[in-house]
């Protein structure tokens, strides 16, 4: 027993002395930033290098080979980070002690049965990568834009079709609707969410039918409200092939000049995935105190738990991000993410529509705090 147990407390510290030369080696060189976690990547990755910081979202790694000697694909979605971009904490409460109740009044319109139904309506279009437009014009990407153009239209909006790419049977939109505020010059906020996937048949429920859903309820209830922003809300294509339609739309938006006037931009990518209530709200360093006042709302008008995270990669805030406009990211806890991630198993069962909702409430909670929103008289 006692000689095992010996050889036991042995063999541990020489796996503490392997695991030390490991790790000294693996200190050597550049950290670099994970800019996909797509499963298929995570397993390349992973014979070339160590992790040296898996926070949320945000995982580090240093390399065991030359820079040079990777694969150009894989080298793509590695970027050198400096640690002072890293950041990754509880967001802390914020001088507001008690909610404003016309923003309570706002945010208590949310319902997680809508979002709920949205995202059921999204994910049933059948395959939504936006290459399925190469293939049919009548693929799910197309009906997924039919779809959510159509809700717009509903909702009392004239949606824009901000096609971007010919593709072999259709073109690659963005789906585009405004609320004008009605004075020239008027500051604007964005809102995004993609509506494609990564096209398995049916899926993609929580990545990212759930943020495109979230931009349809936030739509919906704005309907209901003057406001001295213009509020300007995309569902988004082509995330899934390198942000393809997030930056078309910024690119867009600049050329007609729009894209001076957008003061805010809060992207939602998979906010339906929930273990321990954490939210995670991605952005820049420079954009660390506005990360915390959405932090401190979310403690004002939500459940959730609400974690800081620097640096962005990876989804439709990084475009707006590079314009230099403050955006964050709100998505679901990444050190609990979803299983099903990138699987055609991302079906909407197991999701949470309670805690979507919720998401949903703090980004309209941001948006009273930001813009003057005054109640229309309801319709009859
Ligand atoms: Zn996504």
Redesign the pocket.
Same mark, same amino acid.
């Given at each position: 027993m006692k000689l095992s147990a010996l050889s036991g407390v042995f063999s541990l510290l020489l796996l503490y002395a392997a695991l030390g030369c490991a790790q000294q080696q693996a200190v050597s060189g550049p950290s670099y930033l994970l800019m996909s976690q797509d499963p298929a990547f995570l397993e390349e990755i992973s014979k070339i290098s160590s992790t040296v910081y898996s926070v949320g979202r945000t995982r580090l790694i240093k390399l065991s080979i030359p820079f040079s000697q990777i694969p150009t694909e894989i080298a793509a979605k590695l970027r050198e980070v400096s640690p002072e971009e890293v950041y990754n904490a509880p967001a802390a409460q914020g001088p507001e002690k008690t909610a404003d109740p016309a923003v309570l009044a706002i945010t208590a319109k949310v319902a997680g049965a809508r979002l709920m139904g949205y995202a059921d309506s999204i994910t049933m279009t059948g395959k939504r990568s936006a290459a399925q437009l190469d293939i049919s014009a009548a693929s799910g990407n197309r009906l997924a834009m039919n779809y959510i153009a159509g809700t717009f239209k509903e909702l009392g909006y004239e949606p824009e079709w901000q096609c971007y790419k010919s593709r072999k049977a259709d073109k690659e939109c963005n789906i585009v609707a405004r609320r004008k505020a009605g004075q020239s010059g008027a500051k604007a906020i964005l809102v995004i969410g993609?509506m494609d996937s990564t096209g398995y048949e049916n899926a993609g429920a929580d @990545?990212?039918a759930s943020?495109a859903a979230g931009v349809l309820e936030m739509a919906r209830i704005l309907a209901g409200y003057k406001s001295d922003h213009d509020l300007i809300f995309v569902t988004a294509n082509g +995330? +899934?092939n390198g942000i393809a339609g997030g930056y078309a739309c910024a690119r867009k938006l600049k050329e007609s000049g729009e894209l001076s006037r957008v003061s805010w931009a809060i992207n939602m @990518?998979?906010i339906s995935w929930n273990k321990d209530g954490v939210l995670e709200i991605e952005t820049n360093k420079e954009f660390l105190a506005h990360a915390d006042w959405v932090g401190a709302q979310a403690r004002l008008y939500t459940k959730l738990e609400p974690h800081i995270a620097t640096p962005a990669w990876g989804?439709d805030h990084v475009p707006f991000l590079e314009a230099g406009i403050p955006t964050y990211l709100s998505i679901e806890h990444w050190e609990s993410h979803n299983p099903c991630y990138h699987k055609a198993c991302d079906k909407m069962a197991a999701l949470s529509w309670d805690y979507a909702a919720d998401i949903v409430r703090l980004n309209l909670a941001v948006i009273a705090g930001k813009a003057r929103l005054t109640p229309l008289a309801s319709k009859p």
């Open positions: 993609h @990545d990212n943020g +995330e +899934e @990518d998979m989804s």
